[in-house]
C-alpha cells in the first residue's frame, strides 16, 4: 500500500511470458509489481475507450410512421441480431415497434425480461391502461390524453416505456408520439427565453392517490453540463403548484405556453392505430405520448405497459457486442 507515500513511479516494464506484462512500481523504498493481461489492457485503453463510439440519436421532425423500426415478435425473442437492431433503433430514434407479441395478459414481460429486470412503480410491475370505474389515472378513462412523459413526479422518471396492445376495438383511441428533443432544440431557436426558463428553473410535481404521494422537483428540460438535453419532463396532470420567485411565475407559464404549443403542432406528431399484438418501446425521457380519446361502448381498447432501465438497454448492447 502507497497510502502514506508520495505518488508511485513506475521503475520497470517488462514482458514477462508471452502474454503478461509486468509493470514495477516504485513509491520510497516500496516496490510493488503488477502484472496486466493483454485482453485487460485492450479494454481498458484510455484510446479504446475515447474511440468507441457514442449512440447516434437522431431526431424526427415529422411523422415517422413510415420510418418507423418494426420487427416481429419472434425475431426479437429468438434472435440476438433482431434483438440488437431493435435496441439500436429504440436507442436512435427513441421509438420501435415489436409486432406478433402474444396478446394473453402480461406477456410484454417476457419482451423486457430479454432487456432486464422490470422498473417497479408506485403502479405496479406492470399496468393496464383500460377504461375503469373510479380511475386514479386519466390513462385509465377513455379521455384523450395529450402529450406528456411517465412519472415525471419521481426524481429519476423510468427510461423505457413498454406499451403492448391486447384488444383495440373501440372507436378512436390512436397512439401519438413527438420527439420531444426536436421539440425542445426548435424552441430554443425560436424563443430562447422560454428554454432557458424550462432549462434551468426547477418546477414541482405530484401524483397521489390514497396509497402515496409521490413528488420531485425537476426542470421540464433537463440539459448535461455540456448543454445536450438529457430529459423532457412534462406531464400537465403530474404538475404542481408553481413555487417560484414572484417575478419567475409568469414568465414561466408563458414558457410553458410557447413549449406546449411548439409540441401540439401536427409537424411534431405521430399518429399510430396499434393492432392487438403490437408492442411500441419508447424512451421517456426523449419521446412524449398520447392517445386520441375513445369510446369505451364502442369496443375493447387494452394496452399492457411497463418500464425498464437505460442501463439495461445499455449492457444488453454491449454483451451482444461481444458476440460480433
Ligand atoms: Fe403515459
Not at 18 to 43: C, D, N
Amino acid at each position: 500500500m502507497f497510502i502514506d507515500h508520495p505518488a508511485p513511479l513506475i521503475g520497470s516494464a517488462r514482458l514477462s511470458g508471452p502474454e503478461v506484462l509486468e509493470i514495477e512500481f516504485q513509491a520510497g523504498k516500496e516496490h510493488h509489481y503488477s502484472r496486466f493481461a493483454p485482453g485487460w489492457l485492450r479494454i481498458h485503453a484510455a484510446s479504446a475507450a475515447m474511440a468507441r463510439p457514442q449512440p447516434t440519436v437522431q431526431c424526427w421532425p415529422a411523422d415517422m410512421r413510415n420510418k418507423l423500426f418494426r420487427l416481429s415478435y419472434a425475431d426479437y425473442m429468438e434472435t440476438n441480431m433482431g434483438l440488437r437492431a431493435f435496441l439500436q433503433a429504440l436507442q436512435r430514434d427513441g421509438i420501435a415497434m415489436l409486432q406478433g407479441v402474444p396478446t394473453q395478459s402480461a406477456r410484454l414481460l417476457e419482451v423486457a425480461n430479454r432487456v432486464g429486470p422490470v422498473r417497479i412503480s408506485n403502479f405496479g410491475t406492470y399496468y393496464d391502461v383500460i377504461s375503469m370505474p373510479d380511475p386514479n389515472a386519466s390513462a385509465y378513462t377513455d379521455m384523450g390524453l395529450e402529450l406528456h412523459t411517465d412519472l415525471a413526479n419521481w426524481r429519476m422518471p423510468p427510461d423505457i416505456q413498454l406499451l403492448a396492445c391486447l384488444q383495440n376495438s373501440a372507436r378512436g383511441g390512436d397512439s401519438v408520439f413527438a420527439d420531444g428533443f426536436k421539440v425542445a432544440e426548435d424552441l430554443r431557436h425560436l424563443n430562447a427565453q422560454a428554454y432557458g426558463l424550462l432549462t434551468t428553473q426547477a418546477i414541482d410535481f405530484r401524483f397521489q392517490d390514497e396509497k402515496c404521494d409521490i413528488r420531485a422537483r425537476a426542470p421540464v428540460i433537463e440539459t448535461e453540463r455540456s448543454g445536450g438535453l438529457l430529459r423532457m419532463r412534462f406531464n400537465n396532470w403530474l404538475r404542481s403548484a408553481m413555487i417560484l420567485p414572484g417575478d419567475v411565475i409568469e414568465p414561466m407559464y408563458a414558457a410553458l405556453l410557447a413549449f406546449w404549443r411548439l409540441l401540439r403542432e401536427p409537424r411534431y406528431q405521430t399518429q399510430l392505430r396499434l393492432a392487438p399484438g403490437d408492442l411500441i418501446a419508447f424512451d421517456n425521457n426523449r419521446v412524449l405520448h398520447g392517445r386520441t380519446a375513445f369510446d369505451a361502448s364502442s369496443g375493447e381498447r387494452h394496452l399492457q405497459g411497463c418500464y425498464l432501465n437505460r442501463e439495461d438497454l445499455e449492457s444488453t448492447l454491449r454483451v451482444l457486442a461481444r458476440l460480433e
